[in-house]
């Protein structure tokens, strides 16, 4: 079993959907939750950061933890064309080396 | 600041050949981070730098895989013999470690063909 899990997709939504992205650990001593966002064939940008349990909004993103469930999200709102890409999720434990999900694809539909 | 770069963007060798990769992290980051990456899943882990020093390696790194960071810069990863499976994306990232959060800001990727 992989350390973190998430959905493959790929996910089709409508342009203006809420899209909602997700993934599950098993490593309890994970603290910092990170969602990257990556275009076909660049690396990784970095869109969401948090530290602990709770949620964090930037934008029409909002990035969620729960320690307790061992489950992260990413939620999209008003999502554009341009949000299609592959989301990964990625984790640590006291910084140093990500530990990333597989990655789910999302396209989203004018 | 120009962003992590690396050299070459793409690769195509032949079973048996060895490889050297490049990559510049943002300067004065001190932290620098090597992944691989193949279609249709995340990042794995490599390696990773604090200045000079190598502090992890993962079990992934075969004994064909070195990795350097000489004077604490810029970092090369040398595959030594390769392999039609070590064909992947390979991912520089760099970072400033400190107290607290680190945030790691990844480069293009040099993309590995191995025939």
């Known amino acids: 079993q992989k350390e973190v899990e998430q959905d493959p997709g790929p996910l089709s939504v409508p342009e203006g959907a809420i899209v909602s992205l997700n993934c599950t650990y098993s490593?309890?001593?994970?603290?910092?939750f990170m969602w990257y966002r990556q275009y076909s064939r660049k690396g990784p940008e970095l869109l969401m950061y948090?530290?602990?349990?709770g949620n964090k909004e930037d934008g029409r993103f909002t990035a969620q933890v729960d320690k307790s469930s061992k489950y992260i999200s990413l939620f999209i709102r008003d999502s554009q064309p341009s949000d299609s890409a592959t989301y990964l999720c990625a984790m640590s434990n006291q910084g140093g080396k990500l530990i990333f999900g597989q990655g789910t694809e999302l396209s989203v539909k004018p | 600041d120009t962003g992590v770069s690396q050299d070459p963007r793409h690769k195509i060798t032949k079973r048996g050949q060895n490889v050297t990769f490049r990559c510049d992290p943002i300067?004065?980051?001190?932290?620098l981070y090597w992944y691989r990456q193949t279609l249709g899943q995340g990042p794995e882990f490599l390696t990773y730098?604090?200045?000079?020093?190598?502090?992890?390696k993962s079990r992934l790194l075969s004994d064909r895989f070195s990795a350097e960071r000489p004077k604490g810069s810029f970092s090369t990863l040398e595959i030594q013999r390769t392999e039609q499976g070590d064909s992947a994306m390979y991912l520089c990232?760099?970072?400033?470690?400190?107290?607290?959060?680190?945030?790691?800001?990844f480069g293009p990727g040099t993309r590995l063909l191995v025939l």
């Open positions: 730098f604090q200045n000079e020093a190598q502090l992890e």
């Open positions: 948090t530290y602990s349990s």
């Open positions: 990232a760099s970072s400033l470690a400190d107290r607290g959060l680190e945030t790691q800001y």
């Open positions: 490593n309890s001593a994970f603290q910092y």
């Open positions: 300067s004065e980051h001190n932290r």
